[in-house]
């Protein structure tokens, strides 16, 4: 089961974790602030953003890809896979049937 990283400006950071839970290809979406530093067409840049953890599953994860290119305001969001090698079986039960693939 994979857990996507995904990052996004605070102003869409909300509506793009509810639309993922909404549209079942997340069970939950947390949602931290962090600090980002990066390099974008060539110049250093410094943003507030959030780091949103969807939990998903494999079936659904090319879906979830394909729902935040279309939706996201950045050119090239950063969308990283996790997969778990250990997790609670209660909740990967949780999230399987939250999840629709």
Do not use: Q
Not at 60 to 88: G, K, M, S
């Amino acid at each position: 089961m994979p857990t996507a990283l995904i990052t996004a400006p605070p102003d869409a950071a909300s509506e793009l974790a509810e639309l993922l839970v909404e549209r079942r290809l997340a069970a939950c979406v947390n949602t931290l602030e962090c600090d980002s530093v990066y390099r974008w067409e060539g110049e250093v840049v410094s943003d507030d953003e959030r780091i949103l953890l969807a939990k998903t599953t494999a079936d659904a994860y090319a879906d979830l890809v394909a729902a935040v290119e279309d939706t996201h305001p950045y050119d090239v969001p950063c969308i990283e896979r996790f997969d778990e090698t250990d997790i609670l079986p209660a909740f990967a039960e949780w999230r399987a049937e939250n999840v629709d693939a």
